[in-house]
């Protein structure tokens, strides 16, 4: 059974770059049948999709973080990775990783504070 | 910018049956957008119900069904429980790699 874990910094300064890193267990990230997603949460509110990657390393973003968003995959370390450069509050969310393709398996979350 | 579309909030009395819907701001819902329907209860993180339009994740009880009614996708709980009380939302494939989730309802079991 496929696990998803996120790991990364709590806390973020302003204008700083915010990374996460996924590590998968239970299944290959090499896998062509999937693809690897992050999806964030603001407290209080709705589900942000943010992008995805394929194992051939091509990726999806959402069009509102154009040029601010990267994802990254690592399939030594069956890992794939977030970054956000030019935080800001409005950043501040739970980030989620998932895979997709056939329904989101979703990992259990890590809180993104962005703050000085 | 095409925005999904869904209820704010919905209460349902046990053992009712109640159904979301998730629709575009600018169109119509199909097969096509390949509608997935995620349950998500407070501190915890969401849970995939149906993806597909109508395929119910692993585990899922089939009290919860998924479909397209007429212009939009919808999900269907029969039979309600006072565990469902939850917020659910849809996420909508939009076509060039790019997903989009509504806003999400909170449902109510009252």
């Known amino acids: 059974q496929v696990q998803l874990q996120e790991s990364g910094p709590g806390l973020v300064k302003p204008s700083q770059t915010l990374s996460l890193t996924c590590t998968v267990s239970?299944?290959?990230?090499?896998?062509?049948?999937?693809?690897w997603s992050w999806i964030r949460q603001p407290a209080g509110r709705g589900l942000e999709w943010i992008g995805r990657i394929y194992s051939s390393g091509s990726a999806n973003y959402n069009t509102s973080l154009w040029g601010r968003v990267s994802i990254s995959i690592d399939t030594s370390k069956n890992q794939f990775s977030l970054t956000l450069t030019s935080v800001t509050a409005a950043d501040t969310a739970v980030y989620y990783c998932?895979?997709?393709?056939?329904?989101?398996?979703w990992g259990q979350g890590v809180l993104v504070d962005v703050s000085s | 910018q095409t925005v999904v579309t869904q209820e704010s909030s919905f209460s349902v009395s046990p053992g009712g049956t109640v159904t979301l819907t998730c629709g575009l701001s600018?169109?119509?819902?199909?097969?096509?957008?390949?509608p997935n329907w995620c349950q998500q209860t407070p501190g915890q993180p969401p849970r995939t119900l149906i993806y597909n339009t109508n395929v119910r994740s692993s585990g899922v009880p089939d009290r919860f069904s998924g479909s397209i009614l007429g212009n939009k996708a919808a999900l269907t709980i029969t039979g309600a429980q006072a565990d469902d009380e939850s917020d659910y939302y849809c996420g909508l494939y939009m076509g060039n790699g790019i997903w989009v989730f509504g806003g999400g309802t909170k449902l109510t079991v009252l």
């Open positions: 239970g299944d290959s990230i090499s896998s062509s049948i999937y693809y």
């Open positions: 600018s169109g119509s819902v199909s097969t096509s957008y390949y």
């Open positions: 998932a895979r997709g393709a056939s329904g989101w398996v």
